[in-house]
């Protein structure tokens, strides 16, 4: 793991716009081109994005995603979830598939996008996330095989003012410890739909929920774990990097990690049950 900078390849990505005015045409038309060389209109795999206010987290991800190193068809769905900047005059200028959801919420997003879907699997990516060139293979090479159903990845912050690598390495070490442990009963609460997969066929006949509910991810894995097995993948090669917006919220990063540590500990004796009493946000 990166213990003390974020990983090389991030770079070419981590484009320094602030608005949608501010990119310049040819990065585009280097996305495209790339996309222009992976995109199939008779994919196995969707990629599936729901995207709120995103004009450029999502040209990141996107351009992330363009560079798969990968033989497997795949397309990208990026549903816009209502946003009020403009993050669809962004994604109107990549060549990728784009839906519309006006009802709030990545529920409601990513069931459109499951229904209008053309691949065999769905992989859920986020819009404000990185993903490392062999990401749609090490997540399909499990998901693929018998009896798997749904399939996580884990991920890793990327370093900001405030929050070193060094430091962000120990609270992912803590995080990935309690995801072993909650795999064993619990595994619909390490599903995250900034890296999880699962079978179209049967997401569609379960579905998300369609409100705004924070934890649709997990509650469409404990439907979809009645048809079979949930997978994590801990292949570094599909680990993505995200952005650390979800800690920024609750402050420093010692007031971040805190609250995460407290919660875990108070909420241990059920991870060790399998029912759905609840279903906790992204660590």
């Known amino acids: 793991m990166f213990t003390f900078q974020n990983p090389e390849w991030i770079n070419k990505f981590n484009f320094p716009y602030q608005r949608f005015e501010d990119i310049p045409q040819h990065i585009f038309d280097d996305i495209n081109y790339c996309l222009g ?59 990728i598939r784009s839906f519309f959801e006006e009802m709030q919420g990545c529920g409601p997003a990513r069931q459109t996008g499951q229904e209008n879907a053309l691949g065999k699997y769905i992989l859920l990516a986020d819009a404000d996330s990185f993903y490392p060139p062999k990401w749609i293979d090490e997540m399909i090479k499990e998901l693929s095989k018998p009896n798997v159903v749904v399939v996580y990845g884990r991920y890793a912050f990327i370093s900001e003012k405030g929050f070193p690598r060094w430091q962000l390495v120990i609270l992912e070490t803590l995080k990935n410890i309690i ?53 994590q993948v801990k292949s570094k090669k599909a680990t993505i990097w995200t952005y650390p917006r979800t800690l920024q919220r609750d402050g420093t990063f010692l007031q971040a990690f805190t609250k995460r540590i407290v919660k875990d500990i108070r909420r241990f004796g059920d991870f060790f049950h399998s029912n759905m009493k609840s279903h906790a946000p992204r660590n």
């Open 179 to 231: 995801v072993e442990i909650r795999h064993a009963k619990r595994p619909f609460l390490n599903t995250y739909g900034l890296s999880m997969g699962y079978v179209k066929e049967l997401g569609l006949k379960v579905g998300f929920i369609k409100s705004r509910f924070w934890g649709d991810d997990g509650a469409l894995t404990y439907d979809l774990m009645k048809y079979g097995e949930v997978r």
């Open 37 to 95: 060389q992976r995109i199939s209109n008779k994919p196995l795999v969707t990629i599936l994005i729901s995207a709120w206010n995103e004009e450029i987290n999502i040209l990141r991800s996107v351009a992330s995603l363009s560079r798969q190193d990968t033989s497997l068809p795949y397309e990208i769905i990026v549903v816009n979830n209502n946003s009020k900047d403009k993050t669809q005059q962004t994604i109107d200028k990549l060549n």
